[in-house]
T-cell receptor
């Protein structure tokens, strides 16, 4: 248990579906992140939130929409995804200026 | 040129041997360096961080940093089968906010 919880652990969705990934951290951190991990590729940073404010959007397509209602919760809303979006989506948190990121277990997403 | 480069492996070492994992980075402004371990199907777990040139030891793990040559390495002494995993190198630039840039990882196999 890393203190960062993601749900669901697995998700299969059609290209016309709308779904959301949820992340919750119990570590008192104030920075939260979404990463995408595809086979044979490095972890790709998608979004960064500091104190609920989005501070980085790494040129992510608009079919991915993040939401951070408070410092403990982070969502990733998904709509009209493509099969190439199938990947492991990892949430992480850290203290504001530090980079000791703690990861959740990830959501394995398959788009069919 | 990739920002963070690692040999994907697999790197196979016999049990009890020293495993040496290497990472090079392109951004000379990088100041913080991290090694994460990721077991198959699991999320990355931070095992070492290093900020200054030289060696840093923690149990069986030693991180080595050479900023002039832009490389960072991880040595694992007395390798155990439980060390078999993918090791991710991550780099943070000073002033880069909370952004960590990851390599693709090196798969390590420790054989009996």
């Amino acid at each position: 248990e890393t203190g960062v919880t993601q749900t669901p652990r697995h998700l299969v969705m059609g290209m016309t579906n709308k779904k959301s990934l949820k992340c919750e951290q119990h570590l008192g951190h104030n920075a939260m992140y979404w990463y995408k991990q595809s086979a044979k590729k490095p972890l790709e940073l998608m979004f960064v939130y500091n104190f609920k404010e989005q501070t980085e959007n790494n040129s992510v397509p608009s079919r991915f929409s993040p939401e951070c209602p408070n410092s403990s919760h982070l969502f990733l809303h998904l709509h009209t995804l493509q099969p190439e979006d199938s990947a492991l989506y990892l949430c992480a948190s850290s203290q504001d200026s530090g980079a000791r990121a703690f990861f959740g277990q990830g959501t394995r997403l398959t788009v069919v | 040129q990739k920002e963070v480069e690692q040999n994907s492996g697999p790197l196979s070492v016999p049990e009890g041997a020293i495993a040496s994992l290497n990472c090079t980075y392109s951004d000379r402004g990088s100041q913080s360096f991290f090694w994460y371990r990721q077991y198959s199907g699991k999320s990355p777990e931070l095992i070492m961080s290093i900020y200054s040139n030289g060696d840093k030891e923690d149990g069986r793990f030693t991180a080595q940093l050479n900023k002039a040559s832009q490389y960072v390495s991880l040595l694992i002494r007395d390798s155990q089968p439980s060390d078999s995993a993918t090791y991710l190198c991550a780099v943070k630039r000073t002033g880069g906010g909370n952004k960590l840039t990851f390599g693709t990882g090196t798969q390590l196999k420790v054989e009996l």
